[in-house]
């Protein structure tokens, strides 16, 4: 006899062995119309739901439609030297990772009839030619998406657990979960909405607000542990360590703070924690930056004596590791020892597995909470505002208008690349709150398969957050305040920041469109916004400017192919630009010292051997590009 065929109550709730057997208990609870919500991105009960995929798959009669956003499954690299180099790695960033079998099937357009998927939060990039997930993405903040699946009537919650000595944690994704599970058992009742919880000794137990009793659940499965996805750490290259010295100039010390992800996000966080350590290195290498300065008075760049407050959407390995360095001690509840508030998190190995290592008294300061505790003020405002003195909300963007509107989700046609999640709501709390400030993150171009394009631009065709609400912009070129700001005097300071390669077109459209005068001349300053000005300004810092500020998975010879790689990859994105490379590569031929220096590279591509023609132009390729970064 199992523990399920045991039964349960309230506060001993049944425990099923396997997926299947777990699965049908949930069908022969609610019926063959299961309407299932998954949280964002790492705590879906990804066992559950591919059983609960695989009966709907072989049953018509069964209707599944799951409600959920960030659906993580392995990235297929194509083949060549992507696959070559990505499939090792790979394996580092999902080991033994259940795929979600519906977002498999979503890619290749296998998705039977009787199955609808609806998510708020696409996997960045992944699906903007994929017309089943397009069109059915639903558009809402992070706060409102709870409402949508109430409306729904959803009818089961399936959540990834960690439990530690019969405790349990919503651990990673407390965020919609700990407001959803008692509004939907006060609206329909426990018979009609049931939780169901997926235990995994892997996923790391978070105190506080994530920990609930044995009776927030209606049914446990224990199918034993397996890996979390974690996306890699990814690259701070000198761009985006320009951008984030900047922007941690402009955080105020006593103050909160709020940070997004990725190469912008990693190096802000890396700079708030120079500044904190080594306040002469950073002052050194932000003084070498030339550029608008923005409002630095707001701001500081002496260390955080006074400590910051953390209030997150996203609690991000940077965010953990300013932890880690004594920078988040500001206690913003009263009678509580918290320092950093979030509603998910989601990262690379070594972020889980600093969770997972983590004393108790250092995890004791996080708490994992409602997405509404942390993304808006209304409900308890008045603490809230107490709380959160002199908040700094930084977040990354795609495109910025010169009248100050920001991109980050869809592109220009108005297909989805990820979702607005909580950026508005940070922005617009940013305005709301008295002495704060939204900081938007973006490189001042991007390469694409067009070539060289500016991410200012004049206007474009979506928009995240409205140009009402402009706040302040920064670039590698400099800092753009442009709150308060009228027209003119808001387009010149984002042409100030703005790549030089652009400048004219960008300065003919706004004298086009009135906002600039007809006179209007470009100052020489803004002529040397180039790349290599920011390169030569922090090329002497650059031992206080790591690649990967918080470490990485990667070996040091992945390090080094990464870059070439992706410089490769550029080098040959046209035909005719690729076969003169390719000409390039095989008639100059590497030096016997290029070849020596190069062979660890070459056997990590399977490379230092190479079997027929292709393997040999290959190999040549990956050495030229290697020798030429």
């Given amino acids: 006899m199992t523990d399920a065929d045991k039964g349960g109550d309230a506060s001993n709730p049944p425990i099923h062995r396997t997926a299947d057997e777990c699965a049908q208990a949930v069908i022969n609870r609610i019926g063959k119309d299961i309407r299932l919500a998954l949280p964002l991105g790492l705590g879906k009960a990804n066992r559950l739901t591919n059983a609960l995929y695989e009966i709907a798959k072989s049953d018509p009669s069964i209707t599944l439609k799951i409600y959920t956003a960030l659906s993580i499954i392995r990235p297929q ?64 903040n992070y706060t409102h998406a709870m409402r949508r699946i109430i409306s729904e009537q959803v009818n089961v919650l399936g959540q990834m657990v960690a439990v530690r000595d019969g405790r349990y944690s919503l651990a990673c994704n407390s965020d919609l979960s700990l407001d959803l599970i008692p509004l939907m058992r006060d609206k329909v009742g426990r018979d009609n909405f049931i939780v169901v919880g997926e235990m995994n000794d892997r996923l790391p137990f978070m105190p506080n607000d ?46 909160t703070l709020q940070i997004g992800i990725g190469s912008l996000g990693d190096g802000a966080a890396q700079s708030v924690r120079l500044r904190h350590q080594d306040q002469t290195a950073f002052r050194a290498a932000l003084t070498a930056l030339p550029g608008l300065t923005g409002p630095r008075e707001e701001g500081g760049d002496t260390p955080f004596d006074r400590g910051l407050y953390g209030c997150t959407e996203m609690f991000t390995q940077g965010m953990f590791e300013l932890l880690r360095a004594r920078i988040f001690t500001r206690r913003a509840h009263e009678g509580r020892d918290i320092t950093i508030d979030g509603g998910f998190f989601l990262g690379p190995q070594n972020f889980y597995r600093g969770l997972r290592e983590a004393p108790d008294h250092l995890l004791s300061l996080i708490n994992m909470t409602s997405v509404d505790d942390v993304n808006a003020l209304y409900g308890n405002e008045e603490i809230r505002r107490r709380e959160r003195v002199d908040a700094r909300f930084i977040n990354i963007a795609m495109k910025a208008t010169c009248l100050g509107a920001i991109t980050s989700d ?40 067009a070539g060289l394009e500016s991410n200012i631009v004049w206007s474009y065709g979506h928009v995240t957050v409205p140009r009402h609400l402009r706040d302040i912009v920064v670039t590698e070129y400099g800092i753009a305040d442009l709150r308060g700001q009228p027209d003119e005097e808001c387009v010149k300071r984002m042409l100030a920041i703005s790549d030089a390669r652009f400048l004219d077109e960008l300065t003919h459209r706004a ?119």
Avoid at 429 to 444: F, M, P
């Fill in 77 to 140: 690299p194509p083949p060549g030297l992507a696959a070559r180099f990505g499939g090792p790695l790979l394996e580092k960033m999902f080991g033994d990772y259940p795929d979600l079998t519906y977002a498999v099937d979503r890619a290749s357009g296998k998705l039977p009839a009787n199955v609808e998927i609806e998510e708020f939060f696409l996997s960045t990039g992944t699906l903007l030619n994929n017309s089943y997930a397009q069109q059915n993405y639903n558009s809402v």
């Fill in 410 to 449: 869809a592109l220009d046609d108005g297909r989805v690349v990820s979702g607005v999640g909580g950026q508005y709501n940070f922005v617009a709390q940013a305005h709301e709150l008295e002495g704060a400030r939204s900081i938007i993150l973006l490189k001042a171009t991007r390469e694409s398969s």
């Fill in 210 to 255: 994530a920990e609930v009793p044995p009776d927030e659940f209606d049914m446990l499965l224990d199918a034993g542990g397996y890996d979390l996805a974690g996306p890699p750490a990814p690259r701070v290259d000198l761009i985006s360590h320009a951008i984030g010295l900047r922007a941690a100039s402009l955080v105020k010390d006593g103050g």
């Fill in 511 to 629: 004298i086009s469109a009135r906002k600039l005068p007809k006179h209007f001349t470009i100052p020489d300053a803004w002529r040397a916004n180039l790349p290599g000005t920011i390169e030569r300004a922090l090329g002497p810092h650059e031992g206080k400017l790591p690649a990967f500020p918080f470490g990485t998975e990667m070996t040091p010879v992945e390090q080094e192919l990464g870059p070439a790689l992706e410089f490769l990859q550029a080098e040959t994105a046209t035909r005719l630009k690729g076969a003169a490379y390719a000409l390039k590569a095989i008639v100059g031929g590497p030096s016997a010292k290029a070849r020596s220096n190069y062979e660890p590279h070459l056997r990590r591509m399977a490379l230092d051997a190479p079997r027929g023609l292709q393997e040999f132009v290959l190999q040549r390729l990956v050495l030229k590009a290697l020798t030429d970064t």
